[in-house]
């Protein structure tokens, strides 16, 4: 299982400030999932050409779309 | 009445038209197989018994009369409580929401009233369309009628456990991962995810907007059809189905193969980790059967099956958050726990995330519609595993394997799952029929074919 980029310490804090109340086990579940999110994300971020890629497409896709 | 299981919706219309059959009895036998079947099953959250047996008599009145109004005219048809009832309580699943009473109808159930349809009642749903399987939910999972120990899929939990148990004819799930598709697969049905914006979303409690889909599920692909018939269509209410129209028609559903071509996507599911080797087995005796049936068979390769997988699920995970934070932060004691885990995990994604998985998305839209340019059709496997026993299921299962639903959700692509088999313990198999968007009618035509060549509609679930 990946770990989370961020340190549990800091995670708890994120977590506060997002207005999210958890109870500590679930945080600590919470963490762990985390890193595999994590790691999903590094697939969506290191895949060549998508940056290149625009969202939405136009400004006529986005006005009359 | 000699009718001891509810005949296909096909068959109950052609009996209901030629005065065989009255949509009264239809609905005494699936009401009469509710009370004996599903206090086990728990595919219901509410059942409309009463008004259910008095639209069925005003139907059977007006059919009388001369007045039929279509294939769905005195159907018994039951919804996700996703699915906003006018005056009939609709409660995603979720304690949040147990006492809410919509005023209006969703766009789909309008229009299934028009054809004439009865809405039977409301079916489980994990709770707001992602908390599921979860034992402390506000509505424990419905169980499996293959075997009730093993999970019955979801989001649609409901849907799918009705329609294999013959407790309704007809089922209307949502599908945002593959929340038709799953249930459909594990319970043996099939299930039909329309091409994104065919089918309204308007009065559906959004999990993902970018995300979800509507969709027929029945124990046949021609009653899925039948059904998508009635709930497709522009809706002004709803930009996403502005322009939105299904090439072909979609009935009657024509069952000749010959000369579409069909590309078998094996990587999906053929690997390391991915499908098991009666799932791999499943799609291969499928794909021969479509060769047998007269289409030209094709290996086709699509992009790795994590690179879908992964921006699906930071999509949906981001708009989820989004849309339900208000209760989550206020309430989270009154969801269950993995809804509250699976919900929170959306708010540590930055924009940046959510921005590069929809860029991603465009790419892999097009890898996608590039790989198809020489086949009207794909096929894959429906699920890469069989459903493990409902408790051993874990809060952050979905992070951690790839999901084969999951690409038709993020291309838009319509995807049909239909039963392929059984395996050795006796669960059904199933493979996904997809096409390019606005195929539908090809997926359909496809599911229709192999069902009626395959012997697995004869077999139902022993209660």
Redesign the interface.
């Known amino acids: ?1 990946p770990d989370s980029p961020l340190p549990l310490e800091t ?1 708890r804090a ?2 506060k400030s ?5 109870a500590e086990p ?1 945080l600590l ?2 963490h ?3 890193g ?2 994590a ?3 590094q ?3 290191a ?1 060549p ?3 290149a ?3 939405p ?1 136009s400004i006529v896709e986005a006005w009359e779309g | 009445m000699a009718l001891e299981f509810p005949p296909t919706i096909a068959d109950a219309a052609r009996d209901i038209a030629a005065g065989t059959l009255s949509p009264v009895d239809l609905v005494e036998l699936c009401l009469a197989r509710i009370a004996q079947f599903d206090p086990g099953l728990r595919s219901y959250l509410l059942v409309r018994a009463d008004e259910a047996r008095r639209e069925a008599r005003a139907a059977a009145d007006e059919i009388r009369r001369g007045l039929l109004r279509g294939k769905l005219h005195g159907i018994p048809i039951a919804l996700k409580d996703a699915i906003d009832t006018a005056g009939v309580r609709t409660t995603i699943g979720s304690r949040v929401f147990a006492d809410r009473v919509p005023t209006h109808d969703a766009e789909l159930v309008a229009r299934l009233k028009r054809a004439g349809a009865i809405i039977l009642g409301k079916l489980e749903c994990h709770e707001f369309c992602l908390g599921g399987p979860a034992l402390d939910a506000f509505a424990p999972p419905a169980r499996n009628p293959w075997n009730i120990e093993v999970y019955a899929g979801g989001s649609s939990s409901g849907a799918g456990v009705a329609i294999a148990a013959g407790l309704c004819l007809g089922a209307i799930g949502t599908d945002t991962g593959g929340s038709v598709r799953i249930p459909a697969a594990f319970n043996g049905i099939s299930g039909h995810k329309p091409t994104y914006g065919l089918v309204s979303n308007h009065g559906i409690h959004p999990l993902s907007q970018s995300l979800d889909h509507p969709g027929p599920m029945a124990w046949t692909s021609e009653d899925c059809a039948l059904m998508l018939a009635a709930i497709m269509g522009a809706d002004p209410k709803d930009r996403a189905t502005h322009g939105v129209q299904a090439r072909g028609a979609l009935m009657p559903l024509d069952a000749r193969l010959a000369g579409l071509r069909i590309g078998v996507i094996r990587n999906f599911s053929d690997g390391p980790d991915l499908g098991t080797p009666e799932v791999n087995a499943s799609l291969d005796a499928a794909a021969t059967e479509l060769g047998g049936l007269g289409a030209k068979v094709t290996t086709l390769k699509l992009p790795d099956l ?2 879908y ?3 699906n ?2 999509i949906m ?1 981001s708009e989820a958050f989004m849309n339900n934070a208000p209760w ?2 206020a309430t ?2 009154r969801v269950s ?1 993995f809804t ?2 699976r919900m ?2 959306g ?3 930055r924009a940046e ?1 959510y ?9 892999l839209i097009r890898a996608t519609r590039d790989a198809m340019r020489d086949v009207d059709a794909i096929i894959c496997a429906g699920m890469l595993a069989p459903p493990p026993p409902v408790t051993s299921m874990q ?2 299962y979905y ?2 394997r790839p999901l084969i639903t999951a690409p038709f959700n993020l291309t838009g692509m319509p995807a049909l799952s239909v039963c392929s088999g059984f395996d050795s313990s006796g669960l059904p198999l199933a493979i996904q029929i997809a096409a390019r968007p606005l195929d539908d009618a090809i997926c359909l035509r496809i599911g229709h074919a192999y069902e009626r060549a395959t012997p697995w509609r004869g077999r139902r679930p022993s209660l």
């Open positions: 299982m995670f994120q977590a997002l207005g999210l109340t958890i679930e579940e919470l762990a999932a985390h595999d999110l790691a999903l994300l697939r969506i971020h895949h050409g998508a940056a890629e625009l969202w497409e | 994590w690179e997988t992964a921006c699920s930071v995970s989550l932060r989270p004691d726990s509250r885990g929170f995990l708010a540590f994604l995330d921005l590069e998985a929809q860029r991603l998305r465009r790419s809060k952050f992070l951690r």
